[in-house]
Structures are given as structure tokens and as C-alpha cells.
């Protein structure tokens, strides 16, 4: 085995201060490409990002014209002996050419002659960047026929670079989910009312807050226990189709688009009962907010309160309740919240809450949603314009 020799482990070191100098994931990949090629005398190169189901989607290259990337996206992939998008991945993690094919049976394929062979690259080598078993991305390092194959040398190189590539990918992963919990918690501090979701691409959850998962409780109450479950694996035990349906429309007019193109947003009314109406507002959030190449979604849920008036002799004889707990019941119907009927009624949130569990006792009820249900049936309600 050829050694290392001292102006080699300084090329490394010059690569792993280009790994530790940016989270910015398509910079991050320029410049690593930039030193790529000056070190291990290149003329072009490719770095794909993996996606969570691990398929390769976020492709920039260096001297590699676009057509021949959309040309390979669209046909020649299926001709590549490493198989890269349709996800043939192999046990070690540096690869090159020769070890899957001859050279003399693969000058005579379509893929060299039409495809490799016009943009002059003949030797190839992939880095494959793997964490566990979880694909994170792959380098595709290319040379012509004239500059020689890559050496023991190069792949040693390039042995000791790629745990530290992989640990790169995956704090500009860390950086990128950071920026975008952040993003949430501001959203969340402006409208603290309203609930919110994050979706991933395979309506998994990322972030609920409490707003929703009540939302989400309200809707199974709606369908009597029996909530229709979502594709998506997220935390919370589930997620309802009515909530993700929405998404998985804006995610399939992004596959049919540019992803520079954002589609609108989708918002609609859920009417849950004659006096519980939602509004839900299903959303892409930027590329500036989601992390690496993945998408993520926004669901945001907001109460449509309609005023009434309560049957204060119905309920004083039916349920027997006071005055305090009437007038309770009453903002609860106007659609205050614990912590508005606690304010306006200069009390504790506590208070209020006890309050609320003499009224469910009283009625016989163990939610807000068969509150609201049982009170419409003893027509103690009446809605106003």
C-alpha cells in the first residue's frame, strides 16, 4: 500500500477546515467540491443529498453542464452500473468503477459512449456518505481517460475524509432542524391561540403543540373514539386524515413542479357541530425554513367562535348549576379558553379549571366536546346573528 506522505495529510487537513467552516448545505458542498478537484486532480464532480427515506434528490455538481444532469435524471440513471437513484447501495462506503464492471465490456454500452464519453469521463468513484444504515448523501468523482484512475493513495484519502464528511452532514442536519424549531416557537409566541403541526415529507410529525393535540382529541370525539388515522408515524398516537389530507395534495403539486415554485396555500372550514367550527390552513414552509433538501408542512388550526346565549333557567334546573359556573359555561360556549376566562374573570386558571370539573360532573360529561352536545340536546343554547 502506497504511504501517505506529509504534503497528503496537509490536502486533508485543508478539507476538513472547508468541513468545519460552513452549515450552509449547498456552500458547504461548492467549496468541498472546489477542493476535491484540485486535490485529487479532477475535472468534475457530483454531490447528491439523501432524503429521510434515503433516496438521492438534492443533486449540484461542478463542471458537469445541466443537461447532462436532467438527461441523467431522466434516462441514464437506469444504465449507471452504481444505481445511484434507484437506491443500490453497497456495503462499503468507497466504490470505484472497476469494481463492478470491466472496462472493456462498459466502453461498449450506450451509457459510456452516449452519455459519459461526451462529457470525457471514463474513471468513476463514489463516496458513499452513511451513518449506521442511514444514507446521507453521496460524491461522485470523475476523471478522464488521460489523467490516470484514482490510486490506493486517493482512496486512502479518501478512507480518512468521509467520517468526518458524514458528521458535517450531519450538523449542517442538526443547524438546519434548529433554525426551523426556532422558526415554530416565534410563530407560536405571536399566536399562541392557535394550534399548530410541522409535517414531514411522509407526514410524520415534527412539532405539535398542546392547541392542536386538543384540536386533534375534539376531532376523535367527533367520529365517536374511532379517529381515521393518517399514513404518517409520528409521536402522537395519530394523526387525523382530515388534517393531513391537505398536505399530501401540496405535496403532490410539488412533485409534478419545480420545487422553486411553492404552491399556495390550502385552507379550509371543519364543522364539527352547529357551534364548533375550524378553520385549518395547510402550508409548504419555505426552502429558507426546512432543513437540507427535505420539505416540511404547516398546519394551522384556528377556533371560528360563535356567540350564544344560554338557557340560565334551563341550566339552573337540569343541572343545577351556579351562578360562577354558568358564566363559565358561557365563555366557554363564546370560545374564551381556561386561561381568557381565568383574565376576564380576575380568578386563577386553576379556579377555573376546578370550576369546569363541577360543571362535567354536574352534566355528566368528561369533555368539552359531549359538553357542547349535551347541552344543544337540553336546548339550553341558542345561537345569535
Known amino acids: 500500500m502506497e504511504l ?115 462529457q470525457k469521463i471514463y474513471y468513476k468513484t463514489v463516496i458513499y456518505l452513511k451513518s449506521g444504515t442511514e444514507l446521507l448523501g453521496i460524491i461522485g468523482l470523475f476523471r478522464p481517460k488521460g489523467f490516470g484512475n484514482f490510486s490506493e493513495k486517493d482512496i486512502r484519502m479518501m478512507e480518512i475524509l468521509t467520517p468526518y464528511l458524514c458528521q458535517a452532514l450531519k450538523n449542517i442536519d442538526v443547524f438546519r432542524r434548529t433554525q426551523l424549531e426556532n422558526s415554530i416557537f416565534k410563530m407560536v409566541d405571536q399566536d399562541s391561540f392557535s394550534g399548530l403541526m410541522i409535517l414531514n415529507d411522509s407526514m410524520g410529525l415534527v412539532y405539535v403543540n398542546k392547541w392542536a393535540k386538543d384540536f386533534c ?44 415554485i411553492i404552491p399556495l396555500p390550502i385552507c379550509r372550514i371543519l364543522e364539527l357541530s352547529e357551534y364548533r367550527k375550524y378553520s385549518l390552513c395547510s402550508q409548504i414552509l419555505t426552502k429558507e425554513m426546512s432543513m437540507a433538501n427535505r420539505v416540511f408542512y404547516m398546519v394551522k388550526i384556528d377556533e371560528l367562535a360563535r356567540r350564544v346565549t344560554l338557557n340560565m333557567g334551563a341550566l339552573e334546573r337540569n343541572f343545577g348549576l351556579t351562578k360562577r359556573e354558568i358564566e363559565i359555561l358561557v365563555n366557554i360556549f363564546n370560545g374564551l379558553r381556561n386561561a381568557e376566562i381565568a383574565e376576564k374573570l380576575f380568578i386563577s386558571e386553576i379556579t377555573v379549571k376546578k370550576h369546569l370539573q363541577h360543571i362535567f360532573e354536574k352534566i355528566g360529561v368528561n369533555s368539552r366536546t359531549t359538553l357542547f352536545r349535551k347541552i344543544v340536546e337540553y336546548q339550553c343554547v341558542h345561537p345569535q346573528a
Do not use: W
Open 4 to 118: 501517505l506522505r506529509s504534503q497528503d495529510f496537509k490536502d486533508i487537513l485543508s478539507i476538513m477546515k472547508v468541513i468545519g467552516s460552513y452549515l450552509d448545505k449547498d456552500i458547504f458542498r461548492q467549496k468541498l467540491l472546489d477542493s476535491f478537484l484540485r486535490i485529487f486532480h479532477m475535472e468534475n464532480s457530483i454531490f447528491f443529498l439523501a432524503d429521510e427515506n434515503s433516496k438521492l434528490t438534492d443533486i449540484t455538481g461542478k463542471n458537469i453542464d445541466e443537461k447532462y444532469t436532467r438527461d441523467f435524471v431522466n434516462y441514464y440513471h437506469r444504465d449507471d452500473p452504481f444505481r445511484l437513484i434507484q437506491g443500490r447501495f453497497h456495503g462499503n462506503k468507497i466504490i470505484s468503477l472497476e469494481n463492478l464492471v470491466s472496462y472493456s465490456s462498459f466502453q461498449d454500452t450506450e451509457y459510456y459512449n452516449d452519455f459519459l464519453r461526451p
Open 217 to 260: 382529541e375534539i376531532l376523535a370525539g367527533s367520529h365517536n373514539g374511532h379517529p381515521e388515522p393518517s399514513n404518517g408515524e409520528g409521536d402522537y398516537p395519530f394523526i387525523p386524515h382530515l388534517i393531513t389530507k391537505d398536505c399530501y395534495h401540496l405535496r403532490d403539486q410539488i412533485k409534478s413542479n419545480s420545487f422553486d
